[in-house]
């Protein structure tokens, strides 16, 4: 079985679709992983949750949450996330629904009930920002997971595969793996193939 792992679409729809069919995408076959920020800076936010929840419904994806995604969440009932999120792109997801206030309500509903903080194999932890040095799983930080930006060691025994901090190309650090290449500041997505790490992009 070969793992998909994309991050930090960012709005970035067609992006997306150009990937996955770069890479053969078969759901009977492959285990799709999705590390978060769906939303934000690029122009098709709306469309890019709605794959989402269609890859992860029919197709079997992992969505990871991404800090992005944290803040449109919680954006609904605190003042706090939605000055932040307003900092760091909210108006482009805001126009992507046109005004269809409806439709984002229930994609936010969904987010918040289906992304999960981390995936976990034998070999690889998908997160979205990467973990703290050295601290167990299940003692991490959800906001380390969501905000982190380090190239240490992390020390867990498998290799951490995680977006976040954008990279030219994918950077390989000891025992983290970074895959977030810049499609929102329109650098290229990436999808990364695993354990060949064959990488296809857009």
């Known amino acids: 079985m070969r793992y998909l792992v994309v991050s930090d679409i960012h709005g970035e729809f067609y992006k997306l ?9 078969d759901s009977k076959e492959d285990q799709l992983i999705l590390l978060g920020d769906y939303i934000d800076r690029g122009p098709y936010s709306r469309e890019v949750v709605a794959k989402v929840k269609e ?3 029919k197709q079997g994806a992992i969505a990871i949450k991404g800090n992005h995604d944290d803040l449109f969440i919680r954006s609904k009932d605190d003042e706090e996330a939605m000055d932040l999120w307003e900092m760091n ?3 482009s997801t805001l126009k992507s629904y046109n ?3 409806e439709e984002m309500k ?8 289906h992304l999960r903080l981390y995936y976990e194999t034998d070999q690889y932890i998908f997160v979205h920002a990467g973990l703290e040095p050295n601290v167990p799983l ?11 930006r380090h190239t240490e060691t992390i020390g867990l025994g498998k290799t951490v595969v995680h977006g976040h901090t954008p990279v030219h190309n994918i950077a390989y650090y000891k025992d ?4 977030d290449t810049g499609a929102a500041y329109g650098g290229k997505l990436t999808l ?3 354990p060949t790490h064959e990488v296809y992009t857009a």
């Not at 299940?138 to 982190?148: C, F, G, I, S």
């Open 17 to 25: 679709e150009e990937v996955l069919q770069e890479a053969s995408f």
């Open 55 to 57: 890859l992860v419904e």
């Open 89 to 91: 792109g909210a108006s």
């Open 99 to 101: 005004g269809v206030s």
């Open 106 to 113: 229930e994609h936010r509903e969904w987010l918040e009930n």
């Open 138 to 148: 299940n003692e991490q930080k959800e906001d380390t997971m969501l905000w982190t």
């Open 176 to 179: 983290q793996i970074d895959i």
């Open 192 to 194: 990364l193939e695993l």
